[in-house]
C-alpha cells in the first residue's frame, strides 16, 4: 500500500485538468504551436547550449553482412554519446534509433549481454537493433543519460535514479537531457552518415523508458517521421504518478499544462504506434486506452486519424516485436 503523502499527490493529479488540453473550436495548428513551445520550455531545453560533436569514429567491422561503427559525439559540451550504427547490405535504408529502457544498457539492443540477468532480457524481445538490421533497417543503438555506459554503476544497473535528481537544480530534467541527446544524434547522422542513408524516414522506437525518451522526442522533433513507443504511454494518473517509478520518468509542472494523450498531438501528421501489454502492472491498460482516445482525436483534428494505431500484446511490461514491426509495415511506412 502506498504512503498517504504518495496517495494525496496521487489524487491531486487525478483531479487535475490540463490547461492546455485543445478546447472545441481551436485551430488545431495554432494549439499544436503553442503546446510545442510550452513541451520545450517544460523539459529546458531553452537551457541547453549546442556545441560541436566533435565526432569520433571509434571502430568499424563487418560481420554476417553487418557492417557496424562504434562513434561517439558529444551532445553538450563535456558530455559525450556512445553509440552503434548498424548498416545491412540493402542500399539506402530507413534509419532506426533504438532506445533501451531501464536495462544495463545499450547493449542490450545489441544482443550482446555483459551482466548477470542480460541474457533474460534479450530473450524478452528487446534486442532492438538486432531485430531492426535483420529487417533492412540501419539500426542506431545509443546510449541514454544515466543508463549503461552514461550511467549506472559497475555492476551494470540501468539508471540509479538519484544521478537524475542534480539536473532539477539546474532547471532541467532527465528527460530532457535524453531529448536533447536525440536531438543531436539526429544532426550527426544527418551531418556525417547521410552516404549510407537519409534521415526523412526516420524511425525512433524504445520500450519502457526508452518509449518515455522516444515519446517526448518525437512530441519536439519534426524529423521522426515514425515513433514507436512501447509500454510508456499512458495517463500521468494511472502510471507514474500512481506508483513510485524512477525521477527520470519526471518533468517538473507537466500535469498542470498537459497529459500525455495531449502531447500525441505534437506527433501529428507523423506517424505514431503506441504498443502496451494487456498485463502491464506500471502502465495499465486502462490508462493507455483513455490516453489513445485522446490521440485519436487530435489525429482527426489534424486530418490524418489513420497515422496512430494502438497495439495491444498479450502479456506484460515488454517490447512486442513480431506484432509491432508488423504493424509498422501494415501503416506503410517503409
Known sequence: MAEPGFEFMHQQIKDLTPALRIKEGQDFWEWQKAAREKLRELLGLDLFTPCDPKLEICWEKEENGVREIRFTFESEAGCRIPCHLLLPKNPNPTPVICLQGHSTGMHISLGRPRYPGDEETIRGDRDFAVQAVNRGFAAIAMEQRYMGECGGSENGPG?????ALPALLEGKCAIGQRVWDIMRLI????GSFSQY??????????????????????CMEERIAFAMV?????????????????ACNYIPGIARWFD?????GLIAPRKLLAAAGRED?????????ESFALTQSLFRKAGCPENCRLLVGEGGHRFYGKESWALYEEMNCR
Open 159 to 163: 539508471c540509479v535514479h538519484n544521478q
Open 187 to 190: 544532426d550527426v547522422l544527418e
Open 197 to 218: 542513408f537519409s534521415v526523412e524516414r526516420l524511425v525512433c522506437m524504445g520500450n519502457s523508458g526508452g518509449g518515455t525518451a522516444t515519446f517526448y522526442a518525437a
Open 230 to 246: 512501447s509500454c510508456a504511454f499512458c495517463t500521468f494518473a494511472d502510471s507514474i504518478a500512481a506508483m513510485p517509478h524512477c
Open 260 to 264: 500525455m494523450g495531449d502531447l500525441s
Open 281 to 289: 502492472g506500471i502502465f495499465p491498460l486502462d490508462g493507455v486506452r
